[in-house]
Nanobody, 120 residues
Framework: QLQASGGGFVQAGGSLRLSCAASGRTFSSYYMGWFRQAPGKEREFVAVINWSGRSTNYADSVKGRFTISRDNAKNTAYLQMNSLKPEDTAVYYC???????????????WGQGTQVTVSS
C-alpha cells in the first residue's frame, strides 16, 4: 500500500526527490517517514513528518540537506535530497504509522524500497 519511487544514480553534490505514494486507504492521519539501508548495514531512520506536515524530524546525518514533505490530497510523501554524498548510497524505504511515530519494528506499513546510488 506504499509505493516508493524516484531513486537513481547521481553524482556527489546532486539531487534526487523520492516519492512515497499510498493507496488503499487515506494516509492523512498517518505519520510518514523514510529509512535507508546500505549494503552490510542495518536499516536506519532518515526523516519523519507528522499527519499535518507541520512537524518534521531528521537524522543528524541528513539535516540541512534533506527535506521531507507531504501532500495529503495526493496521498503522497516526498523526500527531497540535496547535496548528496557517496555515503547516502542505500535502498530507501518509506513507512507509515497511524497517529504517531514508532521504531523500526512497530510501523504499520512499509514500501518496497528504491535504490539511491551516489558516485564520488
Amino acid at each position: 500500500q506504499l509505493q516508493a519511487s524516484g531513486g537513481g544514480f547521481v553524482q556527489a553534490g546532486g539531487s534526487l526527490r523520492l516519492s512515497c505514494a499510498a493507496s488503499g486507504r487515506t494516509f492523512s492521519s498517518y505519520y510518514m517517514g523514510w529509512f535507508r539501508q546500505a549494503p552490510g548495514k542495518e536499516r536506519e531512520f532518515v526523516a519523519v513528518i507528522n499527519w499535518s506536515g507541520r512537524s518534521t524530524n531528521y537524522a543528524d546525518s541528513v539535516k540541512g540537506r534533506f527535506t521531507i514533505s507531504r501532500d495529503n490530497a495526493k496521498n503522497t510523501a516526498y523526500l527531497q535530497m540535496n547535496s548528496l554524498k557517496p555515503e547516502d548510497t542505500a535502498v530507501y524505504y518509506c513507512a507509515a504509522k497511524y497517529g504517531t511515530w514508532g521504531t523500526l519494528h512497530d510501523l504499520d506499513y512499509w514500501g518496497q524500497g528504491t535504490q539511491v546510488t551516489v558516485s564520488s
